[in-house]
Protein backbone atom coordinates (compact mmCIF):
# COMPACT_ATOMS: atom_id res chain seq x y z
CA UNK A 1 0.00 0.00 0.00
CA UNK A 2 1.64 3.38 -0.96
CA UNK A 3 2.51 5.36 2.34
CA UNK A 4 3.84 8.01 -0.17
CA UNK A 5 3.89 10.50 3.15
CA UNK A 6 5.41 8.05 5.21
CA UNK A 7 8.24 6.77 2.91
CA UNK A 8 9.83 10.53 3.17
CA UNK A 9 9.76 10.16 6.92
CA UNK A 10 12.71 8.13 9.44
CA UNK A 11 11.04 5.30 10.32
CA UNK A 12 10.98 1.83 10.04
CA UNK A 13 10.48 1.37 6.10
CA UNK A 14 8.23 -1.95 5.05
CA UNK A 15 10.79 -2.14 2.45
CA UNK A 16 13.98 -2.36 4.59
CA UNK A 17 11.88 -5.22 6.89
CA UNK A 18 14.42 -8.05 8.07
CA UNK A 19 17.44 -6.20 6.73
CA UNK A 20 20.01 -7.73 9.42
CA UNK A 21 21.93 -4.10 8.77
CA UNK A 22 20.32 -1.34 10.54
CA UNK A 23 21.82 -0.61 14.15
CA UNK A 24 19.07 -0.46 16.74
CA UNK A 25 18.55 2.98 17.69
CA UNK A 26 18.31 6.67 16.28
CA UNK A 27 17.70 6.29 12.71
CA UNK A 28 19.04 9.99 11.34
CA UNK A 29 21.07 12.27 13.77
CA UNK A 30 20.16 15.23 15.56
CA UNK A 31 20.69 18.31 13.60
CA UNK A 32 22.44 21.48 14.96
CA UNK A 33 19.38 23.56 16.07
CA UNK A 34 20.75 26.63 13.40
CA UNK A 35 19.42 24.02 10.78
CA UNK A 36 16.32 23.12 12.02
CA UNK A 37 13.52 25.53 9.93
CA UNK A 38 13.04 28.49 11.64
CA UNK A 39 10.01 29.31 10.19
CA UNK A 40 6.41 27.08 10.15
CA UNK A 41 5.96 25.13 7.20
CA UNK A 42 3.75 26.52 4.86
CA UNK A 43 -0.05 25.46 4.58
CA UNK A 44 -2.86 25.54 1.65
CA UNK A 45 -3.43 28.98 1.09
CA UNK A 46 -6.33 29.48 2.91
CA UNK A 47 -5.51 28.52 6.51
CA UNK A 48 -3.28 29.86 9.03
CA UNK A 49 -0.97 27.99 12.08
CA UNK A 50 -2.41 28.96 15.72
CA UNK A 51 -1.26 28.12 19.48
CA UNK A 52 -4.41 26.24 20.81
CA UNK A 53 -3.96 28.36 24.84
CA UNK A 54 -5.66 25.19 26.39
CA UNK A 55 -6.02 27.84 29.93
CA UNK A 56 -8.04 29.89 28.04
CA UNK A 57 -11.81 28.77 28.29
CA UNK A 58 -12.93 29.36 25.00
CA UNK A 59 -9.65 27.98 23.15
CA UNK A 60 -10.64 24.78 25.10
CA UNK A 61 -13.61 24.49 23.83
CA UNK A 62 -13.10 25.27 20.60
CA UNK A 63 -10.69 22.28 20.25
CA UNK A 64 -13.37 19.76 22.38
CA UNK A 65 -16.12 20.47 19.87
CA UNK A 66 -13.78 20.47 16.85
CA UNK A 67 -12.81 16.68 18.43
CA UNK A 68 -16.42 15.90 19.78
CA UNK A 69 -17.34 15.53 16.17
CA UNK A 70 -14.34 15.37 13.86
CA UNK A 71 -12.18 12.73 15.69
CA UNK A 72 -11.42 9.00 15.63
CA UNK A 73 -14.69 6.60 15.17
CA UNK A 74 -14.79 2.79 15.69
CA UNK A 75 -14.42 0.96 12.70
CA UNK A 76 -18.50 1.02 12.40
CA UNK A 77 -18.80 4.57 12.68
CA UNK A 78 -20.99 3.69 15.62
CA UNK A 79 -18.93 5.54 17.81
CA UNK A 80 -16.79 8.24 18.33
CA UNK A 81 -14.35 9.49 21.10
CA UNK A 82 -15.45 12.22 23.13
CA UNK A 83 -12.70 13.22 25.50
CA UNK A 84 -13.89 15.83 28.10
CA UNK A 85 -12.35 19.44 28.31
CA UNK A 86 -10.57 18.70 31.59
CA UNK A 87 -9.08 15.42 30.29
CA UNK A 88 -7.43 17.45 27.18
CA UNK A 89 -6.23 20.07 29.94
CA UNK A 90 -4.87 17.06 32.00
CA UNK A 91 -3.33 14.91 29.20
CA UNK A 92 -1.59 18.08 27.63
CA UNK A 93 0.00 19.83 30.39
CA UNK A 94 2.24 17.09 31.87
CA UNK A 95 5.52 18.53 33.63
CA UNK A 96 7.61 20.57 31.15
CA UNK A 97 5.16 20.38 28.77
CA UNK A 98 5.45 23.57 25.66
CA UNK A 99 2.42 25.54 24.47
CA UNK A 100 3.75 25.87 20.72
CA UNK A 101 3.00 21.98 20.75
CA UNK A 102 -0.56 22.29 20.80
CA UNK A 103 -0.66 23.01 16.95
CA UNK A 104 -4.29 24.25 15.30
CA UNK A 105 -5.16 24.95 11.83
CA UNK A 106 -7.54 27.67 11.37
CA UNK A 107 -9.07 29.35 8.34
CA UNK A 108 -7.82 32.63 7.66
CA UNK A 109 -11.40 34.39 6.65
CA UNK A 110 -13.46 32.88 9.49
CA UNK A 111 -10.68 31.96 12.25
CA UNK A 112 -12.55 28.52 12.50
CA UNK A 113 -10.70 25.54 13.97
CA UNK A 114 -10.34 22.98 11.60
CA UNK A 115 -7.85 20.97 12.99
CA UNK A 116 -5.35 20.10 15.58
CA UNK A 117 -2.24 17.94 16.31
CA UNK A 118 -0.48 17.68 20.12
CA UNK A 119 2.70 16.78 21.53
CA UNK A 120 3.84 16.34 25.03
CA UNK A 121 7.54 15.71 26.12
CA UNK A 122 8.46 12.49 28.54
CA UNK A 123 11.15 10.46 28.86
CA UNK A 124 10.84 6.93 27.94
CA UNK A 125 13.50 4.36 28.04
CA UNK A 126 13.93 2.01 24.98
CA UNK A 127 16.14 -1.21 26.48
CA UNK A 128 18.48 0.91 28.44
CA UNK A 129 18.34 3.54 26.87
CA UNK A 130 16.36 6.72 27.92
CA UNK A 131 14.94 9.18 25.57
CA UNK A 132 13.52 12.43 25.64
CA UNK A 133 10.45 11.79 22.98
CA UNK A 134 7.22 13.73 21.90
CA UNK A 135 4.21 11.65 22.56
CA UNK A 136 2.11 12.62 19.56
CA UNK A 137 -1.77 12.83 20.05
CA UNK A 138 -5.19 14.06 19.04
CA UNK A 139 -4.61 14.37 15.32
CA UNK A 140 -7.27 15.55 14.06
CA UNK A 141 -8.56 17.09 10.57
CA UNK A 142 -12.40 18.43 10.21
CA UNK A 143 -14.43 15.54 8.13
CA UNK A 144 -15.43 18.38 5.09
CA UNK A 145 -11.52 18.74 4.94
CA UNK A 146 -10.25 15.23 4.60
CA UNK A 147 -7.57 14.31 1.81
CA UNK A 148 -6.61 17.81 1.00
CA UNK A 149 -2.92 16.52 2.48
CA UNK A 150 -3.11 18.39 5.91
CA UNK A 151 -2.25 15.78 8.07
CA UNK A 152 1.53 15.36 6.41
CA UNK A 153 1.92 19.10 7.25
CA UNK A 154 0.73 19.11 10.69
CA UNK A 155 2.96 15.98 11.27
CA UNK A 156 5.79 17.69 9.57
CA UNK A 157 5.06 20.85 11.48
CA UNK A 158 4.70 19.09 15.17
CA UNK A 159 8.46 17.39 14.48
CA UNK A 160 9.42 20.84 13.67
CA UNK A 161 8.63 22.37 16.58
CA UNK A 162 9.70 19.51 18.66
CA UNK A 163 13.29 19.68 17.04
CA UNK A 164 13.29 23.41 18.10
CA UNK A 165 13.39 21.64 21.90
CA UNK A 166 16.46 19.25 20.87
CA UNK A 167 13.97 16.24 21.00
CA UNK A 168 14.73 13.99 18.21
CA UNK A 169 12.41 10.78 18.60
CA UNK A 170 8.39 10.63 19.39
CA UNK A 171 6.11 7.50 20.14
CA UNK A 172 2.47 7.79 18.67
CA UNK A 173 -0.23 5.16 18.08
CA UNK A 174 -2.95 4.68 15.26
CA UNK A 175 -5.52 2.20 14.37
CA UNK A 176 -3.90 1.81 11.06
CA UNK A 177 -0.96 0.02 9.93
CA UNK A 178 1.93 2.56 8.99
CA UNK A 179 5.77 2.02 8.28
CA UNK A 180 6.03 0.35 10.67
CA UNK A 181 4.33 -1.01 13.87
CA UNK A 182 6.93 -0.93 17.06
CA UNK A 183 4.24 -3.77 18.23
CA UNK A 184 0.62 -4.18 17.41
CA UNK A 185 -2.15 -4.59 20.67
CA UNK A 186 -4.90 -6.15 20.49
CA UNK A 187 -8.35 -4.59 22.46
CA UNK A 188 -10.56 -5.92 25.00
CA UNK A 189 -13.66 -4.94 26.81
CA UNK A 190 -15.09 -6.03 29.98
CA UNK A 191 -19.07 -5.37 30.24
CA UNK A 192 -20.18 -3.75 33.18
CA UNK A 193 -23.58 -2.25 31.70
CA UNK A 194 -24.20 -5.75 29.41
CA UNK A 195 -27.51 -4.41 28.79
CA UNK A 196 -27.13 -0.98 27.89
CA UNK A 197 -23.72 -2.18 25.56
CA UNK A 198 -26.11 -4.52 23.82
CA UNK A 199 -28.88 -1.86 23.51
CA UNK A 200 -26.51 0.41 21.55
CA UNK A 201 -24.68 -2.32 19.40
CA UNK A 202 -21.39 -2.62 21.54
CA UNK A 203 -21.75 -5.85 22.42
CA UNK A 204 -24.14 -8.46 21.80
CA UNK A 205 -26.14 -11.03 23.14
CA UNK A 206 -24.29 -14.07 22.96
CA UNK A 207 -25.62 -17.59 21.14
CA UNK A 208 -27.99 -19.12 23.58
CA UNK A 209 -27.94 -16.26 26.16
CA UNK A 210 -30.58 -14.64 27.30
CA UNK A 211 -30.57 -11.03 28.54
CA UNK A 212 -31.13 -11.79 32.58
CA UNK A 213 -28.36 -14.71 32.31
CA UNK A 214 -26.03 -12.37 30.68
CA UNK A 215 -26.63 -9.68 33.22
CA UNK A 216 -25.51 -12.31 36.06
CA UNK A 217 -22.89 -13.03 34.29
CA UNK A 218 -21.35 -9.64 34.29
CA UNK A 219 -22.46 -8.97 38.15
CA UNK A 220 -19.59 -8.21 40.16
CA UNK A 221 -19.52 -7.83 44.09
CA UNK A 222 -20.96 -4.53 45.21
CA UNK A 223 -17.34 -3.51 47.03
CA UNK A 224 -13.38 -4.53 46.89
CA UNK A 225 -11.98 -7.45 48.13
CA UNK A 226 -8.51 -6.71 48.53
CA UNK A 227 -7.75 -5.02 52.88
CA UNK A 228 -6.61 -1.72 52.12
CA UNK A 229 -8.05 -0.49 48.94
CA UNK A 230 -7.99 2.94 48.78
CA UNK A 231 -8.24 6.41 46.45
CA UNK A 232 -4.46 7.31 45.40
CA UNK A 233 -3.76 10.58 47.72
CA UNK A 234 -0.84 12.79 47.15
CA UNK A 235 1.38 11.56 50.26
CA UNK A 236 1.46 7.92 48.09
CA UNK A 237 3.92 9.29 45.54
CA UNK A 238 6.83 8.48 46.42
CA UNK A 239 5.77 4.86 47.12
CA UNK A 240 3.85 4.75 44.03
CA UNK A 241 6.55 6.35 41.92
CA UNK A 242 8.55 3.33 43.61
CA UNK A 243 6.64 0.48 42.63
CA UNK A 244 5.77 1.92 39.36
CA UNK A 245 9.77 2.22 38.60
CA UNK A 246 10.13 -1.11 39.66
CA UNK A 247 7.37 -2.58 37.08
CA UNK A 248 7.84 -0.60 34.47
CA UNK A 249 11.73 -2.44 34.39
CA UNK A 250 10.48 -5.45 32.95
CA UNK A 251 9.40 -4.41 29.54
CA UNK A 252 11.54 -3.27 26.65
CA UNK A 253 9.84 0.24 26.04
CA UNK A 254 7.77 2.20 29.18
CA UNK A 255 7.93 5.44 30.39
CA UNK A 256 10.58 6.54 32.85
CA UNK A 257 8.67 8.32 35.61
CA UNK A 258 9.78 10.76 38.02
CA UNK A 259 7.53 11.18 41.45
CA UNK A 260 6.50 14.71 39.35
CA UNK A 261 5.43 12.80 36.91
CA UNK A 262 3.49 10.11 38.20
CA UNK A 263 2.04 13.38 40.78
CA UNK A 264 0.86 14.68 37.33
CA UNK A 265 -0.61 11.39 35.58
CA UNK A 266 -2.04 9.06 38.16
CA UNK A 267 -3.28 11.72 41.13
CA UNK A 268 -7.11 11.03 40.86
CA UNK A 269 -9.00 13.77 39.13
CA UNK A 270 -12.99 13.66 39.13
CA UNK A 271 -14.05 12.77 35.33
CA UNK A 272 -10.07 12.00 33.83
CA UNK A 273 -8.21 9.31 35.90
CA UNK A 274 -9.26 7.25 39.04
CA UNK A 275 -6.15 5.51 40.76
CA UNK A 276 -6.31 3.31 43.66
CA UNK A 277 -3.46 2.24 46.00
CA UNK A 278 -3.71 -1.40 48.45
CA UNK A 279 -1.87 -0.01 51.87
CA UNK A 280 -1.33 -2.98 53.70
CA UNK A 281 -3.46 -2.89 56.85
CA UNK A 282 -0.84 -3.86 59.65
CA UNK A 283 2.52 -2.50 58.19
CA UNK A 284 0.97 0.82 56.09
CA UNK A 285 3.22 0.27 53.23
CA UNK A 286 1.38 0.44 49.81
CA UNK A 287 2.08 -2.76 47.85
CA UNK A 288 -0.14 -2.39 45.01
CA UNK A 289 -1.41 0.04 42.50
CA UNK A 290 -4.24 0.41 40.08
CA UNK A 291 -5.42 2.85 38.13
CA UNK A 292 -7.66 3.64 34.68
CA UNK A 293 -8.58 6.98 32.58
CA UNK A 294 -11.96 7.90 31.44
CA UNK A 295 -12.83 8.20 27.81
CA UNK A 296 -16.46 8.53 27.04
CA UNK A 297 -17.41 7.70 23.30
CA UNK A 298 -19.99 9.50 21.50
CA UNK A 299 -23.09 7.08 20.82
CA UNK A 300 -23.49 8.46 17.16
CA UNK A 301 -27.14 6.78 16.38
CA UNK A 302 -29.28 5.37 19.42
CA UNK A 303 -33.08 6.33 20.19
CA UNK A 304 -32.25 5.81 24.15
CA UNK A 305 -28.79 6.61 24.54
CA UNK A 306 -26.05 9.27 23.48
CA UNK A 307 -22.67 8.57 25.80
CA UNK A 308 -20.95 5.69 26.60
CA UNK A 309 -19.21 5.88 29.55
CA UNK A 310 -15.58 3.82 28.90
CA UNK A 311 -12.72 3.21 31.53
CA UNK A 312 -9.47 2.30 29.78
CA UNK A 313 -6.73 0.69 32.27
CA UNK A 314 -3.88 2.90 32.75
CA UNK A 315 -1.18 1.53 34.85
CA UNK A 316 -1.33 -1.49 37.35
CA UNK A 317 1.17 -2.66 39.61
CA UNK A 318 0.78 -5.97 42.17
CA UNK A 319 3.34 -6.70 43.42
CA UNK A 320 2.06 -8.44 46.11
CA UNK A 321 -2.36 -8.69 45.44
CA UNK A 322 -2.93 -10.79 43.00
CA UNK A 323 -3.39 -8.91 39.82
CA UNK A 324 -6.21 -10.92 39.04
CA UNK A 325 -7.84 -9.71 42.40
CA UNK A 326 -6.17 -6.39 42.21
CA UNK A 327 -7.94 -5.95 38.76
CA UNK A 328 -11.34 -7.58 39.62
CA UNK A 329 -11.71 -4.63 42.42
CA UNK A 330 -10.90 -2.03 39.61
CA UNK A 331 -13.76 -3.16 37.69
CA UNK A 332 -15.69 -3.48 40.95
CA UNK A 333 -15.13 0.29 41.76
CA UNK A 334 -15.46 1.36 37.74
CA UNK A 335 -19.16 -0.31 38.30
CA UNK A 336 -19.75 1.34 41.52
CA UNK A 337 -19.14 4.38 39.69
CA UNK A 338 -21.39 3.89 36.77
CA UNK A 339 -18.79 2.68 33.78
CA UNK A 340 -20.80 0.84 31.46
CA UNK A 341 -17.30 -0.55 30.29
CA UNK A 342 -13.81 -1.26 30.93
CA UNK A 343 -11.15 -1.55 28.13
CA UNK A 344 -7.56 -2.49 28.46
CA UNK A 345 -4.80 -3.31 25.79
CA UNK A 346 -2.86 -6.89 26.10
CA UNK A 347 -0.07 -4.93 26.83
CA UNK A 348 2.02 -5.30 29.56
CA UNK A 349 0.82 -8.25 31.89
CA UNK A 350 -2.78 -7.83 31.28
CA UNK A 351 -3.13 -11.02 29.10
CA UNK A 352 -3.00 -13.03 32.47
CA UNK A 353 -6.26 -12.02 33.47
CA UNK A 354 -8.34 -10.76 30.32
CA UNK A 355 -9.86 -13.79 29.82
CA UNK A 356 -10.32 -14.53 33.36
CA UNK A 357 -12.14 -11.80 34.26
CA UNK A 358 -14.76 -11.90 31.45
CA UNK A 359 -12.95 -9.57 28.81
CA UNK A 360 -14.09 -9.96 25.36
CA UNK A 361 -11.40 -9.25 22.88
CA UNK A 362 -12.35 -6.08 20.73
CA UNK A 363 -12.78 -6.00 17.10
CA UNK A 364 -9.78 -3.47 16.33
CA UNK A 365 -6.04 -3.26 16.66
CA UNK A 366 -3.81 -0.56 17.83
CA UNK A 367 -0.60 -0.17 17.01
CA UNK A 368 2.53 1.54 18.42
CA UNK A 369 4.73 3.47 16.51
CA UNK A 370 8.38 5.44 17.44
CA UNK A 371 9.80 8.18 15.06
CA UNK A 372 13.70 8.04 13.97
CA UNK A 373 14.03 5.31 16.71
CA UNK A 374 15.17 1.81 14.92
CA UNK A 375 14.26 -1.26 16.70
CA UNK A 376 15.33 -4.63 15.14
CA UNK A 377 12.61 -6.46 15.63
CA UNK A 378 8.06 -5.74 16.80
CA UNK A 379 8.07 -6.18 20.26
CA UNK A 380 5.12 -8.43 21.90
CA UNK A 381 2.48 -6.31 23.39
CA UNK A 382 3.67 -8.12 26.98
CA UNK A 383 6.99 -6.75 26.20
CA UNK A 384 5.50 -3.03 25.77
CA UNK A 385 5.24 -1.01 29.25
CA UNK A 386 3.92 2.34 27.64
CA UNK A 387 0.15 3.26 27.44
CA UNK A 388 -0.68 6.42 25.15
CA UNK A 389 -4.16 8.16 26.15
C1 LIG B 1 -16.15 2.71 21.80
O1 LIG B 1 -15.89 3.93 21.14
C2 LIG B 1 -14.84 3.95 20.27
C3 LIG B 1 -14.60 5.19 19.66
C4 LIG B 1 -13.54 5.28 18.75
C5 LIG B 1 -12.72 4.19 18.45
C6 LIG B 1 -12.98 2.97 19.08
C7 LIG B 1 -12.12 1.78 18.78
C8 LIG B 1 -10.69 2.10 19.12
N1 LIG B 1 -9.93 2.59 18.24
N2 LIG B 1 -10.26 1.87 20.41
C9 LIG B 1 -8.98 2.12 20.79
O2 LIG B 1 -8.15 2.67 20.10
C10 LIG B 1 -8.61 1.69 22.17
C11 LIG B 1 -9.11 0.51 22.69
C12 LIG B 1 -8.69 0.11 23.97
C13 LIG B 1 -7.78 0.90 24.68
N3 LIG B 1 -7.31 2.06 24.17
C14 LIG B 1 -7.72 2.46 22.95
O3 LIG B 1 -7.25 3.63 22.43
C15 LIG B 1 -6.77 4.58 23.39
C16 LIG B 1 -5.28 4.76 23.14
C17 LIG B 1 -5.03 5.46 21.83
N4 LIG B 1 -5.75 6.72 21.74
C18 LIG B 1 -7.22 6.51 21.88
C19 LIG B 1 -7.55 5.87 23.21
C20 LIG B 1 -14.03 2.85 19.99
New binding site residues.
Given amino acids: KRHRFWETQPVGQFKDAGSGGLQEGPIEPPTPLSAVKSEPYNLPALYEWTICDMDDEQTCAEVYNLLTNNY ?3 DENM ?3 NYSKEFLQWALRPPGYFKAWHIGVRVKATKKLVAFITGVPGRIRVRKDIIWMAEV ?1 FLCVHKKLRSKRLAPVMIKEVTRRVHLENIWQAAY ?1 A ?1 VILPTPVTTCR ?1 WHRSLNPKKLIDVG ?1 SRLGARMTMSRTIRLYKLPEATATPGFRKMELRDVPAVTRLLREYLSLFIVAPDFAETDVEHCLLPLENVVDSYVVESPDTHEVTDFCSFYT ?1 P ?1 SILNNQNYSV ?1 K ?1 A ?1 SYYNVAAKTPLLQLMNDALVVAKQKDYDVF ?3 DVMHNDTFLKELKFGP ?1 D ?1 Q ?1 HYYLYNYHLRNALKPSELGLV ?2
Fill in positions: VEDFRFNTGYFLSLAYNALGGLLL
